[in-house]
């Protein structure tokens, strides 16, 4: 099989990778020309554990390309995905500015039969509006070809990318021909051996599974911060809770820690767009609403413990911080809590020395030079007055607090992400304050 694959950030990059890892012929497309040109020096574009081997394997066996042309990348191709950024209207609704444009290039190049799959998380319909468009490409033309439209949305989690599509929970795929269904169980039959189910339905069920299920770990994320603040008002531990309530199977232990809100490329805009989607609809997403909302207050949970500590005087406080990308094992910075947090910290008028193990370049599109970037973790923590724990990077879990004391200036921990002990901390001679677990008795 022979398949192109339209944008190559996080999505389009793994989704074209990995099915050239199982032999298929995969043309990977971006008009962003820098980054078509790095790809053919074996550069990527973003940070992904192990991606740069896999990438570098398939281009030498001759099965992934890279280009900037469509017309080229769609040539004899059985599927083409649209893979490109949705991101958030100012309404709040999922801009598809670029996946028509992509659906119309599409339509202007298209030569054979071929399915066209948006990959792009969209809104209900938009499978719709990309078949007018390629149909309207097409008839500009003058060209008479068949094709079908699917919906395939993604799952996987930055940071196991590559683990999450060769081995999926599910591949969910909406169709309307039996021609389609066809085709696209062919093309994931290598990532079916072990039993994954590919689960087929129409194609409004498969747009609106992605934005359900999205917008479910984004409620049990903000209902168990909520629950964490409410622990640390009575008295209670919210860790014990946690392990409470996540041995009940109906709960599960997965996805209900608590920490410093959600961020990222997904949550953030994919609840926002299903809140709109509904209301345009004439309908209200209470819970959603409530979500975020939580959300938004819980990213700012560890700037108001450090103003409670420090008192309303924290100019010319040095505060060393530990992690800046929305979540471990990956470089993106989009919607990272850390960007709020270092804000409100400037704002009181602090200086910041940061560290990330592989965020930083990316960081430096928003923060620039106002805070300072520091050669490794202890290196930020130099004279520091507190250091907070942004981003829970394995390379922060255990670290010599004998060395971490001797550096800071006072001994002062703020942990968004409770990974810590507080008892062997207080012993340490720390202040230690987490989330959802009052530490200072
Ligand atoms: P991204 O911003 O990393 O990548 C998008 C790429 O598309 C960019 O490289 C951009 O240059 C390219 N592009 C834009 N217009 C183009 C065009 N006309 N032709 C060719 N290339 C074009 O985005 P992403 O994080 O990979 O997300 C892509 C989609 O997948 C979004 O809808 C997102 O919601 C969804 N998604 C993302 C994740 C994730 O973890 N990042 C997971 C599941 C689903």
Not at 91 to 117: F, P
Not at 311 to 340: N, Y
Request: charged fraction near 25%; glycine fraction near 8%; charge should be negative.
């Amino acid at each position: 099989m022979k398949i192109a694959v339209v944008g190559t950030g996080y999505v389009g990059l793994v989704t074209g990778t990995c099915f050239a890892e199982v032999g298929i012929d995969v043309t990977c497309i971006d008009i962003d020309q820098k980054k078509i040109d790095n790809l053919h020096k074996g550069i990527l574009p973003i940070y992904e554990p192990g991606l740069e081997e896999m990438v570098s394997r398939n281009v030498e066996k001759g099965r992934l390309h890279f280009s900037t042309s469509l017309a080229e990348g769609i040539k004899d191709a059985d599927v083409a995905f649209i893979a490109v950024g949705t991101p958030p209207g100012e309404d709040g609704s999922a801009d598809l500015k670029y996946v028509l444009a992509v659906a119309r290039g599409i339509g202007e190049n298209m030569n054979n039969y071929g399915v066209i799959v948006t990959k792009s998380t969209v809104p209900v319909g938009t499978a719709a509006k990309v078949r007018t468009e390629i149909e309207q490409a097409l008839a500009k033309r003058g060209a008479d070809i068949e094709f079908d439209v699917a919906s395939n949305p993604e799952f996987l989690k930055e940071g196991a990318a590559i683990d999450d599509f060769l081995k999926p929970d599910r591949i969910v795929v909406g169709v309307a021909s039996a021609r389609a269904e066809e085709v696209m169980s062919k093309l994931y039959k290598p990532f079916l051996l072990n039993g994954h189910p590919i689960i087929f339905m129409d194609i409004p069920s498969a747009e609106m599974t992605k934005y359900a299920a999205n917008s479910m770990l984004a409620t049990k994320i903000s209902f168990m911060n909520d629950i964490a603040n409410l622990c640390e008002i009575m008295g209670a531990d919210v860790n014990m809770v946690r392990k409470g309530i996540g041995s009940d199977a109906r709960i599960g232990t997965k996805f209900i820690y608590p920490g410093i809100g959600y961020g990222g490329s997904c949550f953030p805009k994919d609840v926002k767009a299903l809140i709109k989607t509904a209301s345009e609809n004439g309908y209200e997403m209470q819970v959603l609403k409530a979500v975020e909302s939580v959300n938004d207050a819980q990213k700012e949970v560890l700037f108001d413990k450090v103003y409670k500590h420090f008192g309303s005087d924290l100019k010319g406080k040095k505060m060393a911080v530990w992690g800046l990308s929305f979540k471990p094992k990956t470089d993106d910075m989009r919607e990272a809590p850390s960007l709020v947090i270092i804000d409100k910290l400037l704002d009181a008028g602090c200086t910041v020395s940061a560290y990330d193990p592989v965020a930083m370049e990316e960081a430096k599109h928003s923060l620039g030079d106002r805070i300072t970037y520091a050669k490794d973790e202890f290196d930020a923590l130099i004279d520091a007055d507190a250091l907070l724990v942004v981003t829970e990077w394995p390379d922060f879990r255990s670290p010599n607090f004998d060395v971490v004391a001797r550096l800071m200036k006072q001994k002062a921990i703020f942990d968004g992400r409770n990974i810590y002990d507080a008892k062997e901390l207080h012993e340490a001679g720390f202040t230690y304050h987490c989330i959802g677990i009052r530490t200072d008795h």
